[in-house]
């Protein structure tokens, strides 16, 4: 379909120009970043506008349009009820990690404290920057022109498979004797190593997709992004904290359900958002019951 075919031509845009852009731009550097953390920004810098384009010209170029569609204040009113949403929805799977022993906690005491302190302080901040860019891009831009073109099914489903797959796209360090005119394309090329194996990230990827599902749903439900939002960079804060506060027991027999990926996305996490995803549901269903009956 047309929408898909543009987010795909999109990102292999992306991809291309800050493959191109990056052997000038390293020797501008000056070794004050690495090749592969410069691809990287570039193909970020280069979606930008990339995504601006699409969102005209597939006819959502307004923030409204694309789920900005509150006053501010009841924008953070809404981000924050999120916000607190997300987190718990975040807690309870953290604290089955440890329950389990996939993850212990470290020593109480004032050193990890003051890293905790500094984790939730970095992932406030850096919570809200990835949730915002994140969820205008797949569910602002990319959900609501599929939402025009094709229903809520297809929709949701496959912008959570797009937003899964984008986590896995990413530009290897290189090797000294690779740095060149070509580093660029070279590192391109290997930008998509994490899929030669899908066996290797299939935990993480499904327990992304899901977490994708069930923010396209509740963006549907709630007709914007701010409490979208609100729950990503929930999510994001909880996931900082949980891993400054402990380690991964590597012999635990429990190891099965982290993933590689985050040491968090795995099959624990997939069949937790399952669980959140027939509560909501069945939440949905009792409260239009109850309109229904309030209607007769």
């Given at each position: 379909?047309?929408?898909?075919?543009?987010?795909?031509?999109?990102?292999?845009?992306?991809?291309?120009?800050?493959?191109?852009?990056?052997?000038?731009?390293?020797?501008?550097?000056?070794?004050?970043?690495?090749p592969?953390q410069?691809?990287?920004?570039?193909?970020?810098?280069?979606?930008?506008?990339?995504?601006?384009?699409?969102?005209?010209?597939?006819?959502?170029?307004?923030?409204?349009?694309?789920g900005?569609?509150?006053p501010?204040a009841?924008?953070?009113?809404?981000?924050?009820?999120?916000?607190?949403?997300?987190?718990?929805?975040?807690?309870?799977?953290?604290?089955?990690?440890?329950?389990?022993?996939?993850?212990?906690?470290?020593?109480?005491?004032?050193e990890?404290?003051?890293?905790?302190?500094?984790?939730?302080?970095?992932?406030?901040?850096?919570?809200?920057?990835?949730?915002?860019?994140?969820?205008?891009?797949?569910?602002?831009?990319?959900?609501?022109?599929?939402?025009?073109?094709?229903?809520?099914?297809?929709?949701?489903?496959?912008?959570?498979?797009?937003?899964?797959?984008?986590?896995?796209?990413?530009?290897?360090?290189?090797?000294?004797?690779?740095y060149?005119?070509?580093?660029?394309?070279?590192?391109?090329?290997?930008?998509?190593?994490?899929?030669?194996?899908?066996?290797?990230?299939v935990?993480?990827?499904?327990?992304?997709?899901?977490?994708?599902?069930?923010?396209?749903?509740?963006?549907e439900?709630?007709?914007?992004?701010?409490?979208?939002?609100?729950?990503?960079?929930?999510?994001?804060?909880?996931?900082?904290?949980?891993?400054?506060?402990?380690?991964?027991?590597?012999?635990?027999?429990?190891?099965?359900?982290?993933?590689?990926?985050?040491?968090v996305?795995g099959?624990?996490?997939?069949?937790?958002?399952?669980?959140?995803?027939?509560?909501?549901?069945?939440?949905?269903?009792?409260?239009?019951?109850?309109?229904?009956?309030?209607?007769?």
């Amino acid at each position: 379909m047309r929408t898909l075919l543009v987010f795909l031509l999109l990102l292999a845009a992306a991809l291309l120009l800050g493959a191109v852009a990056n052997y000038p731009m390293t020797v501008w550097l000056d070794g004050r970043a690495e090749p592969h953390q410069i691809s990287n920004t570039l193909a970020k810098l280069a979606a930008v506008p990339l995504v601006a384009l699409a969102a005209w010209y597939l006819g959502v170029g307004c923030w409204r349009a694309i789920g900005y569609n509150l006053p501010a204040a009841a924008f953070w009113r809404e981000l924050a009820w999120g916000w607190l949403a997300g987190v718990a929805m975040m807690v309870p799977l953290l604290g089955l990690l440890l329950l389990v022993g996939v993850r212990v906690l470290r020593p109480l005491d004032g050193e990890l404290w003051e890293t905790v302190l500094r984790a939730a302080l970095v992932g406030l901040v850096a919570g809200l920057i990835v949730a915002v860019v994140e969820e205008t891009f797949i569910r602002g831009v990319i959900y609501s022109s599929m939402r025009r073109e094709a229903g809520v099914l297809f929709s949701v489903v496959v912008s959570s498979l797009y937003f899964a797959g984008l986590h896995f796209i990413s530009p290897p360090p290189l090797a000294e004797s690779e740095y060149g005119v070509w580093q660029g394309l070279t590192m391109l090329a290997d930008s998509f190593t994490a899929f030669y194996a899908p066996w290797a990230i299939v935990d993480a990827f499904i327990a992304l997709t899901m977490a994708g599902v069930l923010l396209a749903l509740v963006r549907e439900v709630r007709g914007g992004l701010a409490f979208v939002i609100g729950m990503h960079a929930g999510w994001v804060v909880v996931i900082k904290v949980g891993k400054s506060a402990s380690d991964v027991d590597v012999h635990s027999p429990w190891l099965w359900g982290i993933g590689s990926y985050d040491e968090v996305s795995g099959w624990i996490s997939v069949l937790w958002v399952v669980l959140l995803l027939l509560g909501w549901w069945g939440w949905r269903r009792a409260e239009n019951r109850g309109q229904q009956r309030g209607v007769v």
